[in-house]
């Protein structure tokens, strides 16, 4: 038996966390703020066969762009190996990654989140949504790979979050931006384990208060404009960046920087793409992704 699901990267321009007040109660670990999902994510596909003499339960397979770690797959498993008797089963476990690892484009939440999808769904423990996606946000808070994409690419789109948590306790409100192009390109990973030890102290009410005004205006353009403010408030945009970022809006191009890594991003209509891949293009040593938002959110896929 097998089963695929998918869930969309997600970029998040600014965020306040939220942690202290809830010491061990890693569903209400989580972070207000606001970012987006978008086509291109992770699918992972589990297969499941007879276990015979393998000496592992499991082996984990990454397809596309790789990643170093299996902490939160194997998390997520071992959640899933609590509800039954699965003692004679071998687990094949595909993840097919179609987003650069560490640029902040939400790939530990996408893995995780995709995984609970397709391992409700082959072993027919009928969880509802709301318990498959507080696995994956619990495996996040867990391995510190995250505190919001879970949350967010559960609901897909340009969100912003309201309400700390995993889905079920935090919430988000939506906006609708109709049919724009989501442009970026990536130069270097950052680590956001290291990150969430070593740096969310610095970080204040701003996060807070830019989810009032973003509440206000529902515009992507704002959006952009506050990503940029929290990325200089905390110190995160390299000079790399900071040139991109200056040549865009010589062309009158909004942009904003994912949070966490070396990556600008640019909300615009699709008319206007063009002028943004201009630019991006002068820096060949970036990878560079053309997409739209995913309004979906996490799924399981038809095999």
């Known amino acids: 038996m097998e089963a695929t699901a998918f869930c969309p990267a997600h970029v998040t321009g600014f965020f306040k966390a939220h942690f202290d007040e809830n010491r061990g109660v890693p569903e209400k670990f989580g972070s207000i703020g606001a970012g987006f999902s978008i086509k291109e994510g992770v699918t992972t596909k589990v297969i499941i066969l007879t276990r015979t003499n393998q000496p592992s339960r499991f082996r984990i397979l990454t397809k596309g762009f790789q990643t170093d770690k299996t902490d939160v797959s194997e998390f997520v498993l071992n959640e899933f190996l609590k509800l039954g008797n699965f003692e004679g089963v071998f687990f094949e476990i595909e993840h097919r990654i179609s987003i ?14 995709s995984l609970s999808y397709a391992l409700d769904q082959v072993l027919e423990t009928k ?33 912003i979050r309201v ?10 409100e939506k906006i609708n931006v109709g049919n724009i192009s989501v442009i970026m390109i990536c130069f270097s990973p950052i680590s ?17 208060k830019m ?93």
Request: glycine share 12%.
């Open 163 to 172: 309400k700390p948590g995993a889905p079920g306790i935090g919430k988000v």
């Open 100 to 113: 650069p690892v560490g640029y902040g484009l939400g790939s530990s939440g996408a893995v995780a989140l």
């Open 127 to 159: 969880l509802n949504r709301i318990e498959i996606g507080k696995i994956a946000h619990i495996a996040e808070v867990n391995c510190k790979t995250g505190l919001g994409d879970v949350l967010a690419s559960y609901h897909g789109g340009f969100e």
């Open 192 to 208: 956001t384990n290291k990150f969430i030890q070593e740096q969310l102290s610095k970080i204040n009410g701003l996060g807070e």
């Open 211 to 303: 989810v009032n005004q973003l509440l206000e205006s529902k515009d992507y353009d704002n959006f952009q404009d506050m990503s940029l403010e929290f990325g200089k408030y905390i110190n995160v945009i390299t000079p790399k960046m900071e040139k991109v970022i200056e040549e865009l809006s010589l062309n009158g191009i909004k942009s904003g920087i994912a949070l966490f890594g070396e990556t600008v991003f640019s909300m615009i209509p699709k008319n206007s793409k063009n002028k943004v891949l201009d630019v991006f293009k002068k820096y060949s040593e970036g990878k560079i992704i053309i997409s739209q938002l995913d309004l979906r959110g996490a799924r399981v896929l038809n095999n």
